[in-house]
């Protein structure tokens, strides 16, 4: 067996946790993938980072690693920048799966059926090695050009979170960096083999606490059969102004049934199409447009003397609110503070 030394032994052990934590991510979102079929994509992403990195161990510890494992090694490498590509084009874009997707794993289908006459001495050290690692770099590039693309195309994209900007950033350089430190190896020579997978853990533990931090990550944002809503910007702005002028003179806000079917209902539209109006024309969740009219109702009474004896919370429930506890929530969102600091300083 291969003599190691220290600093190789202790490369070793942190692959591997990076490995065991790759792989729990994996299962993770695999369990989660009914909820949306990115989900899919990203356990396949995880389990290939995980074989890759087990692989890349077992190369380092054994003496003669078995040739069907070094060929199960590669051909998890080959899968891994195409499915992050997808992953991250589907997080960032509203769009359905498409069956031309699965080109992008041809390379892989290639490796899996000839796998049995892949050779090191054969293959692999005769320019396979090399276009795979020159491949993966590409699907690194090409992911990062879509993740920076975006920015100036708002209305292709998801409103995403800070969280889920951060979650899929973080994912996508860190996997850049891994590849790119094995081509550095391999071509170059000025790195460590075992220095992509040490280099990984500080990315997947940081990707595995936003993950179990923010289980919406993992969410469906958007029903597949309304992704595509098309409204120009003129159209956009015109419903945004009926429906703040209809709030505004009805006073629907005041009903505590009041949802978002009861405004696309008096709008005569479809409740897709009013969320989506609020999202993109008026900026705000319907939660927090509707609330934002009961609070200004809220603020109104508290400054009017004939409300002067009245409780807090009957005003609250007078407004549209059906619990204090989202009244005290969306009140302090809203102003910064709570109802009764705000009555106090403005008493």
Request: glycine share 6%; aromatic share 16%.
């Amino acid at each position: 067996m291969r003599s190691l030394r220290i600093h190789q032994e202790l490369e070793v052990f942190i692959a591997g946790i990076a490995a065991a934590q790759s792989f729990l991510l994996s299962i993770y979102s695999f369990f989660e993938r009914k909820r949306d079929f990115k989900n899919l994509l990203l356990s396949i992403f995880f389990l290939a980072i995980t074989i890759r990195l087990g692989k890349s161990i077992l190369w380092i510890y054994l003496d003669d690693s078995p040739l069907w494992l070094i060929n199960l090694g590669f051909i998890a490498h080959a899968v891994s920048g195409p499915v992050l590509f997808l992953y991250t084009l589907h997080f960032l874009f509203a769009r359905k799966w498409s069956t031309w997707n699965f080109l992008h794993f041809a390379p892989a289908a290639f490796l899996v059926l000839t796998s049995n006459f892949l050779t090191l001495e054969g293959f692999w050290y005769q320019g396979g090695y090399s276009v795979l690692l020159l491949h993966q770099l590409l699907y690194s590039g090409i992911t990062l050009v879509l993740l920076i693309w975006p920015v100036g195309h708002k209305k292709s994209r998801y409103s995403l979170t800070q969280t889920a900007k951060i979650w899929v950033g973080a994912l996508v350089i860190g996997t850049a960096i891994w590849q790119l430190l094995y081509f550095s190896n391999y071509f170059l020579g000025l790195t460590p083999y075992l220095l992509g997978p040490v280099i990984y853990l500080p990315f997947v533990y940081f990707l595995a606490f936003l993950q179990f931090k923010n289980p919406s990550l993992l969410k469906q944002r958007v029903q597949a059969k309304h992704q595509n809503i098309r409204l120009s910007d003129e159209e956009l702005v015109g419903y945004a102004k009926q429906l703040e002028d209809l709030m505004r003179e009805t006073r629907t806000y005041l009903n505590p049934n009041c949802t978002l079917t009861t405004m696309a209902d008096a709008m005569k539209l479809p409740p897709y199409l009013i969320s989506h109006v609020v999202n993109n024309g008026i900026g705000k969740s319907f939660p927090d447009f509707l609330n934002g009219y009961r609070i200004e109702e809220v603020k109104q009474r508290l400054a009017d003397p004939h409300h002067q004896n009245t409780k807090i919370a009957n005003i609250a429930y007078d407004c549209g609110f059906n619990s204090l506890s989202s009244f005290n929530a969306a009140f302090k969102k809203v102003t910064g503070t709570t109802p009764s600091s705000y009555l106090k300083r403005n008493l």
